[in-house]
């Protein structure tokens, strides 16, 4: 069985979310390539986008939310993740179970009763017209006396498929959190997809992988029982001992192939989607990227793994290495950080690229 170090394992991954070459798809192309971007924040899939696609404007993205091909809502891991419409429909029954199990505890359910009640009614009040998350609970307190509106709607948001409708997430517009159902929204119901055909698009943009891998993305379990059934997959070894899936035509580069410095956004799915991430960053360097508040930084990669993160305001991108990059690696982050802070910043904007130690001053 062939064996497939950390290295290979980072360039086969970069070559799928193509982080190695940009590619010429579309936008919506891209996002369901991707399985999905995660998104509970509105604007880092625009940078998630805009490092992987050759030509991207912000628009482009504006525009698939207004006319309803992408939509926002909880997904895979419990969390917000941008999808297309057919990916919405297919994919969200999939995971209700891992929400479910986040979000609907023993302790919720105790106060509000009964949540699958809760839920229809939540689902009579959002399939007449879009509501805040304070509308939600209030309309649904009104019937439910004695119950915290806070509760209520949590249990909405957890039980239904509930997206978030523009203007939220548009660039340049934003706007309040508005929920409707995903089938009023889109007009269609939902049909879960076949769980194989999944964990092979997973495979096609994240592979090679352990089931633990699928499982880390997912938040799904018991998933090996699934695979072991799956016919036509490639079995391999990563450097550890572990069993890697594959599918067989999927690209698998030379581990020296160059791999150029790119940008990622907050909450990049290459940097959450392995149970194992020594792929993509090494094991000293998880604490500055995966903080203890939840939040995962804008990143960016030199030569295949991350090493560094950076954050943008008012037309300047503050870039922090997790060591002192060389000359020539200084001048592709500083080239590369223009670039995005012109993606970033309004148009005429004058743009910079500083530098600053983790926790120290910038230069």
């Known amino acids: 069985m062939a064996v497939m170090s950390d290295r290979a394992l980072g360039r086969a991954t970069l070559h799928r979310q193509h982080l190695l070459e940009p590619a010429g798809l579309t936008a919506l192309e891209m996002v369901e390539h991707l399985v999905g971007m995660q998104a509970q924040a509105p604007w880092p899939p625009y940078v998630g986008l805009w490092t992987r696609l050759r030509t991207f404007d912000h628009k482009d993205l504006a525009r698939l939310l207004e006319d309803r091909s992408v939509v926002r809502l909880l997904m895979f891991r419990g969390t917000v993740h941008l999808v297309s419409a057919a990916d919405c429909l297919a994919l969200r029954p999939l995971v209700q179970r891992v929400i479910d199990r986040m979000y609907v505890t023993a302790k919720l359910t105790a106060a509000v009763g009964d949540p699958d009640a809760v839920a229809d009614r939540g689902r009579r009040l959002l399939d007449e017209k879009a509501l805040t998350p304070k509308e939600i609970g209030d309309a649904l307190a009104e019937h439910l006396p004695g119950v915290l509106p806070r509760q209520l709607g949590d ?209």
Request: hydrophobic share 45%; proline share 10%; aromatic share 6%.
């Open 155 to 363: 249990v909405v948001r957890a039980r239904l498929p509930l997206v978030q409708v523009p203007p939220r997430a548009v660039w340049g517009v934003g706007g309040a959190t508005r929920y409707a159902t995903a089938e009023s929204w889109l007009g269609a119901p939902l049909q879960a997809a076949e769980l194989p055909a999944v964990i092979r698009r997973y495979l096609a943009a994240f592979g090679p992988a352990t089931v633990a891998d699928v499982q880390a993305w997912s938040g799904l379990t018991r998933l090996r029982e699934i695979t072991d059934a799956m016919p036509g997959l490639l079995r391999l070894r990563d450097e550890h001992g572990g069993e890697l899936l594959d599918l067989p035509d999927a690209p698998r580069p030379d581990p020296d192939v160059p791999a150029p410095v790119r940008f990622l956004p907050d909450f990049d799915n290459v940097v959450l989607s392995h149970a194992r991430r020594a792929r993509i960053i090494r094991d000293e360097h998880r604490p500055h990227l995966f903080l203890r508040n939840g939040i995962v930084p804008g990143s960016f990669l030199v030569d295949g793994l991350v090493e560094g993160t950076w954050r943008a305001d008012d037309g300047t991108v503050t870039v922090r290495p997790f060591n002192p990059p060389s000359d020539r690696v200084r001048e592709q982050l500083t080239e590369a950080g223009e670039q995005l802070a012109r993606f970033l910043a309004p148009p005429g904007t004058a743009v910079a690229v500083r530098f600053a130690d983790h926790g120290q001053g910038v230069s």
